[in-house]
């Protein structure tokens, strides 16, 4: 295979962003380069003043499929995940049926996948009430970690776990070696809160956010930092929304527990002062909270004590939003962004002051970590996967159905002005994403160890 020669004069490496030549030999980096270094018999694509980031990596994602395919799929949402600069994704267990919780359901889920993928992927594994001695074998099968909530997750194929649950789950979780991935929500301050608004108007967003308190985060976070200590695994919080747990989060990694920590695009742009009544393409949980919130998450990113942003992409029916009703009690929560994401990033963190190599840092690297995927993904450096994306980070952008690319065209973000635009998408040095086309034939295929 012919070595090839990608240049940029805004490369982000791991020593910083530069002038380079990234030397590719059949699908892995064999060396990065100074620019007049680039070997003779090299074919040279050359990007300018774009950017040469890393392939993002999205260890939050509710593929759907098998079982869900009319909400999402591994052909849309690989898709989508290209235009959005992603080269893998780690599939959530639950959304999909069967759920990830035993080896047959993953074999299930590969079988679902086979010939589908526009960029690589993996999956966790479900801990649930009735399967810890699953959690071995699943692990041995292949899976990155595993995910359990402590709130009811919205559909029946997978159940939430209580804490006498997790103490049978959690050694078996300890052996294995592998982070276990925590809905951060309690059940009891969320029940209360419902109490507490009797028969509140829930078209309004006001009654939404206060049906899901800071309390709730904080208490279940508290929980799960003691079960940590106790019982020695790698805990992974995700999608945290409420500012008020990071002096916690802080404090436990100060000590040395094995804690990390994810947020979302979408509580790092949006603000819940600015979401309409009857907006329900904004649900989500937790949920999208204040303006000065949302600072305080920024900062939590600034300090280290978040490590990383994902998308929890979590796509449905556009009926399941109920958008004539406005119903914040009744429509599905999630929010589909796997094309978006890297804009509404670039589009906040330039204004602070943050740089291309956070948002590697960020949405490349340490999602790669958490999944296992280090020394293969996640960063432009000799002997990783040639995984690249081509990035615009000076021309804006103006959010339209035709860009998003997922399985239904529906975003809270349409008809926003966003920073950035994703070029060209490589994977393993073949380009799967340029100009809204996806050349060739799907060649994504599970990470595997």
Not at 38 to 51: I, L, Q, S, T, Y
Not at 347 to 373: K, N, S, V, Y
Request: glycine fraction near 8%; include cysteine.
């Amino acid at each position: 295979m012919e070595l090839q020669a990608f240049l940029s004069r805004r490369v982000v490496t791991p020593e910083g962003l530069r002038p380079a030549a990234v030397l590719v030999d059949g699908e892995r980096i064999r060396a990065v380069v100074e620019p007049e270094n680039v070997p003779m018999n090299a074919v040279k694509r050359e990007f300018g003043d774009h950017a040469l980031l890393p392939g993002l990596l999205d260890s939050h994602v509710h593929i759907n499929e098998p079982g869900r395919t009319d909400w999402e799929g591994f052909h849309t949402a690989t898709r989508a995940a290209a235009a959005g600069g992603y080269t893998m994704l780690v599939d959530m267990p639950l959304n999909c049926v069967p759920a990830t919780t035993n080896v047959e359901a993953l074999q299930a889920k590969r079988q679902a996948a086979q010939g589908q993928c526009r960029v690589d992927w993996a999956t966790w594994g479900g801990v649930v009430p009735d399967n810890p001695r699953e959690i071995e074998a699943l692990a041995g099968a292949g899976v990155k970690g595993f995910k359990c909530f402590l709130v009811h997750p919205g559909i029946d194929e997978f159940s939430m776990v209580r804490e006498e649950d997790l103490r049978k789950a959690l050694p078996h979780v300890a052996r294995t070696g592998l982070p276990l991935l925590v809905h951060a929500e309690l059940p009891g301050p969320l029940d209360a809160a419902r109490e507490r608004l009797g028969g509140a108007d829930w078209r309004r967003y006001s009654t939404y956010l206060q049906s899901r308190p800071n309390e709730a985060e904080l208490a279940a976070i508290r929980l799960m930092l003691s079960m940590c200590s106790q019982y020695g695994f790698r805990l992974h919080i995700v999608h945290l929304a409420s500012a008020s747990a990071l002096e916690d989060l802080r404090a436990a990694r100060a000590a040395g527990l094995p804690v990390s920590v994810e947020t979302c695009p979408h509580y790092l742009h949006l603000e819940a002062e600015k979401i309409a009544d009857g907006a329900t393409l904004c649900k989500c949980a937790p949920p999208i909270r204040e303006r000065a919130n949302r600072e305080q998450l920024w900062q939590g990113l600034k300090d280290g004590v978040i490590d990383l942003v994902v998308t929890d992409h979590s796509p449905c029916p556009p009926m399941m939003k109920c958008l004539e009703e406005g119903s914040f009690s009744s429509a599905w929560g999630g929010i589909a962004s796997l094309s978006l994401a890297l804009l509404c990033m670039w589009t906040e963190a330039q204004q602070r002051g943050f740089t291309l190599m956070d948002i590697a840092r960020w949405m490349a690297r340490e999602p790669a970590r958490l999944a296992g995927c280090d020394p293969h993904k996640g960063k432009i450096a000799a002997g990783y996967d040639a995984d690249f994306v081509v990035f615009d980070a000076d021309t804006e952008f103006t959010v339209t159905a035709d860009r998003l690319h997922h399985r239904h065209p529906v975003s809270p973000y349409m008809g926003e002005k966003l920073r950035g635009v994703v070029k060209e998408t490589y994977l393993r040095g073949t380009r799967v994403f340029a100009e809204e086309k996806f050349p060739g034939e799907a060649s994504g295929r599970e990470f595997r160890k």
